[in-house]
């Protein structure tokens, strides 16, 4: 069983930053594929990136390409997800997750982190 905690949400204006943090109860060098998830008020859960247990390979949803970057420090057991240039349709409540495969999620979820971004 792995446990997920985020963190790093809050209210910030378009154009803005922020960096999400989620640090999991097991080793992140457990081989998981660790990743990011987010679901706006009545929509659907949306991929936004997701990173292998080496760091090696990254995949990104294409809203948020070249704006988001996702890392992984197996050492804190933590991955971050760094956010740029947000955009008012970035909001949404963002999810860690592990265990997936890809831009499929796996069983872990963490409880979420409210983004919010102002225009």
């Given at each position: 069983q792995v446990q997920l905690v985020e963190s790093g949400g809050g209210l910030v204006q378009a154009g803005g930053s922020l960096r999400l943090s989620c640090v999991a109860s097991a080793p992140t060098d457990s081989r998981y594929v660790?990743?990011?998830f987010r679901q706006a008020p009545g929509k659907e859960r949306e991929f936004v990136a997701a990173i292998s247990w080496t760091g090696a390979s990254t995949y990104y949803g294409d809203s948020v390409k070249g704006r988001f970057t996702i890392?992984?420090?197996n050492a804190k057991n933590?991955?971050?997800?760094q956010m740029r240039s947000l955009k008012p349709e970035d909001t949404a409540v963002y999810y860690c997750n592990?265990?997936?495969l890809a831009t499929m999620w796996g069983d872990y979820w963490g409880q979420g982190t409210q983004v919010t971004v102002s225009s």
């Open positions: 660790m990743a990011w890392s992984r420090d933590k991955v971050y997800l592990a265990g997936g």
